[in-house]
């Protein structure tokens, strides 16, 4: 499985992702990369010590941006907005490109699995199930749940009795970065 990794947010579309990734190649033996972009939920570190115990064949690795704070970077840069949304990928995509370049320095292609869904996003309704259009180079992209709805992953994770994120328990409907601009106001609220 060396040329292979899930991409793992610790959210439910990553979760199902990599169950569904697991289940198909019969092993947990892939490599999980989790992007920690430093303003995650609490609840989604306490997941992913969940899940690697749950896991405990599955490698998970951690990319993260040791060398920026986001409270600094907002004082020089200024904070983060619609037009100019540097977080992603100074604290998300950077670290998680360094990981990969990293753990995968020897391979000329990767296959990476991703639980993007295009009913997220106007911009993701535009994807594709595999592409090698991604912001990561080398890397060919599958998205096995592309065209599944929130109510096909909940019914996935439900009936298949497999632990998610409590954040989801607490209201929230997406647990990236507890400040992204992308959340919704209940979101803010919570």
């Not at 991409?7 to 892939?30: H, N, R």
């Not at 409270?71 to 490109?97: D, Q, Y």
């Not at 997406?174 to 209940?186: D, I, T």
């Amino acid at each position: 499985m060396g040329s292979m990794f899930i991409s793992f947010s610790g959210g439910k579309d990553s979760t199902v992702t990599s169950d569904l990734v697991m289940k198909a190649l019969d092993t947990e033996k892939i490599i999980h990369i989790y992007g920690d972009t430093t303003l995650e939920y609490p609840e989604s570190g306490l997941y992913l010590k969940e899940f690697k115990k749950i896991h405990p064949f599955t490698p998970v690795l951690i990319a993260k941006n040791l060398d920026q704070d986001f409270s600094n970077l907002c004082e020089v840069v200024g904070p983060p907005s619609r037009v100019m949304r540097w977080c992603c990928t100074v604290f998300k995509t950077g670290a998680i490109t360094k990981k990969i370049e990293q753990t995968f320095r020897d391979k000329s292609r990767l296959l990476s699995f991703q639980g993007i869904r295009r009913s997220e996003s106007v911009s993701r309704s535009k994807y594709d199930r595999d592409s090698t259009n991604s912001k990561i180079t080398k890397q060919m992209v599958a998205s096995p749940i592309i065209d599944w709805t929130d109510f096909d992953v909940w019914l996935y994770l439900l009936s298949n009795q497999i632990p998610f994120n409590n954040a989801y328990r607490e209201g929230f409907s997406r647990v990236g970065c507890w400040c992204c601009l992308y959340a919704s106001c209940l979101s803010f609220y919570l």
